[in-house]
């Protein structure tokens, strides 16, 4: 699991809290809980903060605040059990799932506080994953998860691809919602704050490895070569955070273009147009139409570069309607041909929204030669993006004038891709002229 120092873990999870609670006005206490390796699985509070009325400051170190503070509390003691207070802690671990007090007076697992006659206010408690692979470099060679039971003597975990290494908990003045703006929001950013936490433990590992190899010499160097192999392997995950983050400023950046000019969503609005067609079709292909229904919603969250989605486009949907068209033994369906026709090409008008030239030159809140600049570098198709295109955008996002939701986290998390992405093209160099000199027996002693 995630074993990250003190101070590096306390730091992470402070940014991600002053990030929530600056970003939800009706957010006033943020806590983040560290939760530790199976099968102890100890939940520990890693730190807590409440903002002032003037959403400016907030206060950390409140010790005594959590049942769970240092040294925590281990999955015996939290888990759900008979004949004791089932607590929300317990489903975010074991269900990988979220828990959101809608109606603190009926919550189900705020029993415990009901009896002492304490009301819990209005929260929203979100786990952080992290994929099983990303943790295990190896799990083909003899390594176990030693995975807790349920009181039920069922093992947690053994059928998810992911565990969980931290829970999220947001304290909320005013009601929300299940599935509510503040919740998703909380939800995407638990998958940043894991991200994040990954990448340190990925840092951390890799500097290890780097300083024994300086003790260790030619034993050192076998064990290089494979345990380093693995990490250069991780090279692909820090290309696709750093092209999940792009997405993420692309996302923004149309949203906000699109609101300041008034102009309703195209993508969504052709996706709705496609789903109407798919209902009003008669007998043709149930397997087909679901398939394209699961693919309209899927590019509907996705944010890709022009050229990449038109590509997307046309191989998940344009060829899937094309076959539909074709196989449909109701005449009548054919009539929806054209319909069809007309929404694929907004899908793909919709790629390139942020580039659009009308919308753009309507747009007059940030200068020209920074506006196109910006939209050459997040619309390029850039499959390995070099620290100097991250250099590029990350000088950009210090300009307020692009005035982007989460304008100064995607800048922070792109400095540390890009410090990441250094490190491993350095060990890479590094593996190879080290295992030149193994292969050749040029190690000098």
């Known amino acids: 699991m995630i074993n990250l120092d003190k101070d590096t873990l306390e730091r992470a999870c402070k940014e991600m809290i002053e990030t929530i609670l600056f970003c939800l006005s009706n957010a006033y206490k943020g806590t983040v809980y560290h ?3 199976p099968p102890e699985l100890r939940a520990v509070r890693v730190a807590s903060g409440i903002i002032d009325d003037s959403r400016e400051k907030i206060e950390w170190e409140l010790e005594g605040s959590s049942d769970f503070d240092p040294p925590g509390k281990s999955w015996l003691e939290y888990r759900d059990e008979p004949n004791r207070p089932l607590e929300a802690m317990a489903w975010c671990v074991e269900k990988q799932k979220s828990w959101t007090s809608e109606d603190p007076k009926q919550d189900i697992r705020g029993r415990r506080y009901q009896r002492e006659g304490v009301l819990e206010d209005y929260h929203h408690m979100e ?13 083909n060679n003899g390594i176990n998860i030693n995975f807790p039971t349920n009181y039920e003597g069922k093992r947690i975990w053994e059928d998810s691809d992911y565990v969980v290494v931290a829970v999220i908990k947001i304290n909320f003045k005013n009601p929300i919602k299940i599935n509510g703006p503040e919740t998703k929001i909380i939800k995407k950013l638990s998958r940043t704050l894991g991200t994040e936490l990954l990448s340190y433990q990925l840092k951390n590992e890799t ?10 010499k030619l034993e050192t160097c076998n064990a290089l070569a494979h345990t380093l192999r693995n990490a250069l392997a991780k090279s692909g995950l820090i290309f696709s955070l750093i092209k999940l983050e792009l997405a993420t400023l692309r996302e923004q950046w149309e949203k906000k273009l699109l609101q300041d000019c008034k102009q309703r969503e195209l993508k969504r609005e052709a996706i709705e147009e496609l789903n109407k067609a798919l209902e ?10 679901r398939s394209l229904a699961e693919v309209h919603q899927k ?33 009548q369906d054919k009539k929806y041909a054209k319909e069809v026709k007309q929404g694929i090409e907004k899908l793909k008008k919709s790629l390139y929204i942020g580039k659009d030239p009308v919308l753009l030159s309507n747009y007059k809140k940030i200068p020209e030669e920074l506006k196109r600049e910006w939209i050459d570098l997040i619309y390029k198709d ?8 991250l250099d590029r955008i990350s000088r ?3 300009d307020k004038t692009l005035n982007l939701p989460y304008q100064e986290k995607s800048r922070k998390s792109l400095i540390r891709l890009k410090a990441l992405l250094e490190i491993i093209s350095e060990l890479e160099h590094n593996i190879n002229v080290i295992l030149n000199q193994v292969l050749n027996g040029n190690i000098k002693t």
């Open 35 to 37: 939760i530790g390796p």
């Open 127 to 139: 786990p952080v994953l992290i994929r099983k692979s990303d943790l295990i470099v190896d799990s």
């Open 207 to 216: 500097l290890q490895v780097m300083k024994r190899l300086a003790r260790e």
């Open 280 to 289: 009003k079709m008669g007998g043709s292909s149930d397997k087909l139409k």
């Open 299 to 331: 590019f509907l969250n996705m944010s890709l570069p022009p050229d990449m989605g038109e590509r997307w486009v046309k191989m998940q949907i344009e060829e899937k309607w094309n076959k539909l068209l074709h196989e449909t033994a109701d005449k």
């Open 382 to 389: 850039v499959d390995y993006p070099d620290p100097e295109f």
């Open 396 to 398: 950009i996002l210090e």
